[in-house]
Each structure stands twice: as C-alpha cells, then as structure tokens.
C-alpha cells in the first residue's frame, strides 16, 4: 500500500515554543491532507482538511493561528502548532489522499507524539 | 454537514464470539466505504473496502445496505488481537477536501 511519513514520531519542547511536524506522502500524490489529534483514550479529532495549493479549512473550535497549516506540494504538509501549552500535548496523525483517484482511501501517517513541558 | 455515526462503545466481547457494529452515514452520494482499524497509540491502518454491497476477507465481513444508509462490520471467531478501535470512512466520487467523512470510532475490547 501506499506510504505516508510522519516526522517527528516524539517530540518534547518547552512551553511557549513552536512545532513543526510534517506529512509526507512517499510514492503517490495527494491532493488532500487531514490533520487528527487525539487525547488519550478519546477518539480520533479531525482538526483541518487541507488541499495541495489552498487554505486549510479548519473544523470548529480549532485555532487556525495557533495550528498553522500548510500544503505547498502534492507530497508534503505541514502542521505547526504555535506558541505550544502542555494542554497541546497529544498524539497528531496527518492522512493523506490522491482525491483525483476515484475510491481511493485515505493512508495514514504514523503520528507525532508532542509533550510539551 | 455529512456525518459518518459509529457507536463508539466499548463492546465487550467474549474470545471466539461474533461481534458486528453499524456505521451511518447521511450522504446518499456516498458510494465507497473503508474501515481502518487503529490500535491503542498506533495510526489507522485499512482494514477493508467496501466498493458494492460488501466484502469478505477471512474472519471480516462487510456489508453495505444503500436503503438503509449504513455498513456494518462483522467479525467471527474473535481474537484478543482484534481488541482495537475500528473506523469507518465514507467516500464521495468528484475529488475534494470534503470527499471523505470519517467516523469516529468503535472500541472493541475481546475478553479471554
């Protein structure tokens, strides 16, 4: 199947500081990235949705300054969560998708461990 | 809004018992359906796809009923290695951010 990568798997950083994680898409492209976070034990929270090239579109209650989104390229999306707080620390996982391709599924990323101190 | 509705449990059940679950879904343009299964502090992996009204690999059946607007999963003989969280995705034709809809999850927890 095809193959998404998720970089950093762990990250710890200081309160206040910013991260970067990225979403990779390895042997297709796609045209569309979602963004989960999840708390322990809850389920998975789709933060933004985003298309190559456009603005991410962010669900309810998700501070799009906070929770920068970008999506420049059909293999690579970025999530920056700004000035980060220790209620930030969560377990985020991107998806991606080639939506060109009828019935394609969504392929995930291995997930970013962020704890922030 | 499209939504994909799963009950999100937990399901208790017995090793070697059947077990099935429901998705629903609200948008009738929806015409494929996956489920992932995710295990505990690991991401979703695909489990199945669901192209017509369903499909069978091994212990795992999936059946889509368009009338009724749902897709159940069915799991037989059941494994302590099926304790997991099982997803389920809708998928609309036509391309776009919003062309798929994921579900929130079902926990499944099988018991010795």
């Known amino acids: 199947g095809a193959v998404v990568s998720q970089h950093p798997s762990r990250v710890i950083c200081k309160s206040g500081t910013s991260v970067k994680i990225e979403c990779r898409s390895l042997d297709f492209q796609a045209t569309t990235m979602f963004w989960y976070r999840q708390f322990p034990k809850q389920s998975l929270m789709l933060m933004a949705t985003s298309n190559e090239g456009s603005k991410a579109t962010y669900e309810q209650g998700v501070e799009k300054d906070k929770f920068l989104i970008n999506h420049a390229s059909l293999t690579l999306s970025t999530l920056t969560v700004t000035s980060a707080h220790p209620e930030d620390s969560s377990f985020y996982i991107c998806?991606?998708?080639?939506?060109?391709?009828?019935?394609?599924?969504?392929?995930f990323g291995q997930g970013t461990r962020l704890t922030v101190v | 809004r499209k939504e994909v509705e799963q009950d999100p449990g937990p399901f208790n059940v017995p090793e070697g018992a059947t077990v099935a679950f429901n998705c629903t879904y609200s948008n009738s343009a929806s015409q494929s359906f996956f489920w992932y299964r995710q295990d505990c502090r690991k991401e979703p992996k695909l489990l199945m796809s669901v192209y017509s009204s369903g499909n069978e690999d091994g212990r795992f059946t999936a059946q889509l009923n368009r009338a009724s607007q749902y897709i159940s999963l069915l799991i037989r003989d059941s494994k302590l290695s099926d304790s997991a969280t099982y997803l389920c995705v809708g998928s609309e034709p036509g391309g776009g951010a919003d062309g798929l809809t994921f579900g929130k999850g079902t926990h499944l927890i099988i018991q010795p």
């Open positions: 998806s991606a998708s080639d939506r060109r391709v009828w019935n394609t599924e969504a392929f």
